[in-house]
């Protein structure tokens, strides 16, 4: 049995990466249950002429996947909750816990989708409205503050995203009145720490995009050259969020973990009881 602790990003990390290796072959079999058919669909859309030749055919896949992803990122969660309760995580039993979490989690993703998207506008509205004025006065005082106007509006919207950014274990681990309510605590359990929570998802969105953008950028390379080789790496894109989600889930999962040992005294117990094991 896992200890509960406060851990540092590094570890928080290292930890992640041991669980996903411990359970790749359970995490694995989820993600081909989850995510099978719309990645076959995806599939069929690249072979056979790309997205203009199926548009419709190509929306609704992307929308299962989307289903499906969160299928996938809950079964996951529940999977590291059993391995750190000492259990032997089942299949069944994580897709069953993942099935009933799929509506509250579309409502969350959906709301937290527009928060950032909201905060990126009014970035965005800031930008245009002073940008130009800046560019008008023109001098090394006009560019400083422009630099530091953009660095601060980005600032903005990833202070906003890392705030929110535990909604998904908030929603898949803790009784809830209303899937809102995982907004407000996502930021409490934040407070004080979005400086971690963004360097932990900097650091497990390049491990878990590097080998998608390369395999893409492979097929897109040879698609003059050798348009059946380049076909291979496109399908292996497709594929790849089918091993590479899981990872996301676990170290998201480890820092959700942390921020409740260190503001709640969280254990094994506490976890076990919102999970309704033991």
Same mark, same amino acid.
């Given at each position: 049995? *896992? !200890? ?6 590094? !570890?928080?990390?290292?930890? %992640? ?6 359970? /790749?072959? @359970? ?24 997205? =203009? ?13 989307? /289903? ?19 259990? *032997? ?21 959906? %709301?937290?989708?527009? #928060? ?5 506008? &009014? ?15 023109? %001098? ?10 953009? *660095? *601060? ?18 929603? &898949? ?32 969105? +390049? #491990? /878990?995009? +590097? ?6 950028? #492979? ?15 496109? &399908? ?5 969020? +089918? &091993?590479?989600?899981?990872? @996301? ?14 503001? !709640?005294?969280?254990? =094994? !117990? ?6 309704? #094991?033991?």
């Amino acid at each position: 049995m *896992a !200890e509960l602790r406060p851990m540092r990003v590094g !570890e928080i990390l290292d930890a %992640g990466l041991a669980v996903y290796r411990r359970h /790749f072959g @359970l995490l694995l079999q989820v993600g081909l249950v989850a995510l099978w058919l719309p990645v076959a669909a995806n599939v069929y859309v690249q072979v056979g002429g790309g997205q =203009l030749a199926h548009p419709v055919l190509y929306i609704f896949a992307n929308v299962l996947q989307y /289903f499906g992803s969160l299928v996938l990122t809950a079964s996951a969660v529940r999977i590291i909750s059993d391995s750190y309760l000492g259990r *032997a995580p089942q299949l069944g039993d994580a897709v069953t816990f993942a099935m009933s979490k799929v509506w509250p989690l579309f409502v969350v993703g959906f %709301g937290y989708g527009l #928060i950032v998207g909201l905060s990126a506008a &009014v970035v965005g509205v800031v930008a245009a409205v002073f940008v130009p004025v800046l560019a008008k006065g023109g %001098g090394v005082v006009a560019v400083l503050f422009g630099a530091a106007l953009g *660095a *601060a509006a980005l600032w903005f919207v990833v202070f906003v995203a890392c705030g929110y950014g535990l909604t998904t274990q908030v929603v &898949v681990l803790e009784d809830l009145g209303s899937s809102f309510d995982a907004f407000g605590r996502s930021w409490t359990l934040t407070r004080g720490f979005k400086l971690k929570v963004f360097a932990v998802a900097v650091v497990a969105f +390049i #491990i /878990f995009w +590097i080998p998608v953008a390369v395999a893409g950028a #492979i097929g897109g390379a040879l698609t003059a050259s050798a348009p059946v080789l380049s076909r291979v790496f496109e &399908v292996a894109a497709s594929v790849l969020p +089918i &091993v590479m989600t899981p990872l @996301l889930a676990c170290v998201f999962t480890l820092m959700y973990y942390d921020l409740r040992v260190r503001r !709640e005294a969280f254990d =094994l !117990e506490v976890l076990g009881r919102q999970l309704g #094991i033991g």
